[in-house]
């Protein structure tokens, strides 16, 4: 397992530090940051969620933010956005834009663990103008295509 230093800045002394859940977690657990104890997410809208930390992300890297399983199994609660992208060059806030996909009232309490962050590499692609792409078997089919079920 490779590990590598993220400098993260607290800009709230409330603020948690990320954390992961078990030895072999890929995802660090992000905390809700709120003015107040908890916050209400009606059914089918979306609550622009703090967490009071900023990141330094190293070049060649992104923050991915997923949900959590058991918030968005259990609560219907997951980022809106499905994926948030922290990008290196980015020093503001992280915040979860946390959408309730249920029919219910959904509370949030102050410093519950709301989503998490993965830190991956990822490739630059240069990307070249063409009249012709190479042929596949699969060639443009979309989806359903392949006939799986």
């Known amino acids: ?3 590598m230093k993220v400098k993260i800045k607290k800009l709230n002394e409330n603020a948690v530090v990320p954390s992961y859940g078990s030895e072999f977690s890929a995802g660090a ?3 809700a940051l709120l003015d107040k104890d ?3 997410i009606p059914p089918h809208e979306t609550y622009l969620v703090h967490t009071g930390l900023s990141f330094e992300i190293p070049e060649g890297y992104v923050g991915l933010i997923y949900a959590r399983s058991s918030l968005g199994t259990k609560r219907g609660l997951a980022p809106a956005n499905k994926v ?3 990008d290196s060059d980015y020093r503001g806030e992280v915040m979860v834009s946390l959408h309730n996909h249920s029919n219910i009232l959904q509370e949030i309490d ?3 663990r709301i989503a998490q962050i993965v830190i991956t590499p990822f490739l630059k692609a240069e990307f070249e103008q063409c009249d012709e ?9 979309g989806f ?3 006939g799986k079920k």
């Open 84 to 86: 948030g992208v922290i």
């Open 38 to 40: 908890k916050i209400e």
């Open 1 to 3: 397992m490779i590990k």
């Open 133 to 141: 792409l190479s042929d596949t078997v699969r060639g443009e089919g």
């Open 29 to 31: 657990d992000l905390y």
């Open 110 to 112: 102050n410093g519950e």
């Open 144 to 146: 359903g295509s392949t």
